[in-house]
């Protein structure tokens, strides 16, 4: 199995098990890709599900979800570092997301989806974001900034 469906089906069990979109895709890429053990990962992406808030306006929760995990690793923590590579793999998510799903609003998205049992469709899309953030990382060779 590639590392890229292992993360998607990991973001898709955290789903299953309980958490949300965002939390569910920032556990599984940075789980996957972060040597800390403390990184406050579910906790900084808990207020974004749902489309911010579980209002399902704004951004999707799983993009959300992927852009969190993506500043949990490759964030600066002081003023003045660089930031290209956080800002490279964010543009590079959002373009392919946006290449496949046409809009990275989630109210579009649960318009798109239609009537969903148990939100099936979001956790398919959280799995799907994992993997594709998971592969980005992968071409840049992993989680070297």
């Known amino acids: 199995m590639t590392r890229e469906k292992a993360v998607g ?9 309980g958490f949300h979109c965002a939390e569910a895709v920032s556990k ?32 999707c929760g799983a993009l959300t979800g992927g852009i969190i995990a993506v500043g949990c690793l490759f964030g600066r923590s002081k003023a003045g570092d660089d930031w290209t590579a956080a800002a490279e ?40 974001v994992a993997s594709m953030l998971a592969m980005i990382l992968e071409e840049r060779g992993g989680c070297t900034p």
């Open 89 to 128: 793999i964010v543009a590079e998510l959002r373009s392919r997301f946006i290449r496949k799903y046409g809009t990275t609003n989630c109210e579009a998205l649960l318009e798109m989806f239609g009537p969903q049992e148990d939100f099936i469709r979001c956790k398919q899309l959280s799995g799907e």
């Open 28 to 59: 599984a890429i940075v789980e996957t890709y972060s040597r800390a053990s403390d990184n406050g990962i579910p906790r900084v992406a808990t207020a974004f599900g749902g489309g911010i808030g579980r209002t399902h306006q704004e951004i």
């Open 9 to 17: 089906e990991a973001a898709f069990g955290y789903l299953n098990s």
